[in-house]
């Protein structure tokens, strides 16, 4: 695979913010498709993969998102959204806590696969509210029997937004407790 991005893993780590102000530009698909790429390549439970993704590009279908999701309300200036949804019977001994879990790595991928590209994204939690879980469910047709666990927005940022240094050493312990 050729390389994608001049930036090394860690910068990009380091780098990444939560951005909630966007241009409304389209992002390309050929973008979307390597974030998409890039979340697939999350480690999964016994190489299980629990995951499916709805990108959802249409405008009137982000405005509805946002005007259901009170935490979200920035889908509607995002270029596309990508749901992270989490199939139990697909994870590791059908569960939903190993569904949860890969899919969760799976939404960190896109979260820095979008900063890589310049992209702006932040993650916005439907799991565990069931009336949001439920509301996205309805909008996107996604089955009873699948867990709508965030939504992603992803668009150009607005304006330029800073790394938080969130490193604390009293968080750290070494050989023990």
């Known amino acids: 695979m050729e390389t994608i991005t001049a930036k090394d893993a860690i910068t990009v780590i380091m780098e990444r913010k939560s951005v909630r102000?966007?241009?409304?530009?389209?992002?390309?698909?050929?973008?979307?498709?390597?974030?998409?790429?890039?979340?697939?390549?999350?480690?999964?439970?016994?190489?299980?993969?629990?995951?499916?993704?709805?990108?959802?590009?249409?405008?009137?279908?982000?405005?509805?998102?946002?005007?259901?999701?009170?935490?979200?309300?920035?889908?509607?200036?995002?270029?596309?959204?990508?749901?992270?949804?989490?199939?139990?019977?697909e994870a590791a001994m059908n569960s939903e806590a190993f569904a949860i879990l890969d899919c969760t790595c799976a939404s960190e991928n896109i979260l820095l696969a979008a900063e890589s590209l310049g992209l702006g994204a932040v993650w916005t939690a439907t799991y565990p509210n069931k009336e949001l879980m439920a509301f996205v469910r309805t909008t996107l047709g996604?089955?009873?029997?699948?867990?709508?666990?965030?939504?992603?927005?992803?668009?150009?940022?607005?304006g330029e937004e800073d790394a938080q240094d969130k490193f604390d050493p009293r968080n750290v312990h070494w050989q023990k407790w």
């Open 21 to 89: 102000s966007y241009t409304g530009e389209p992002v390309s698909k050929e973008d979307i498709d390597i974030i998409l790429r890039a979340a697939m390549a999350a480690p999964a439970a016994i190489h299980l993969l629990p995951w499916k993704f709805i990108v959802v590009t249409n405008r009137s279908t982000l405005e509805t998102l946002a005007e259901g999701l009170p935490f979200a309300r920035m889908i509607s200036n995002a270029g596309t959204a990508i749901v992270v949804c989490a199939v139990p019977e």
């Open 142 to 158: 996604i089955p009873s029997n699948v867990i709508p666990l965030n939504v992603i927005p992803i668009g150009y940022p607005r």
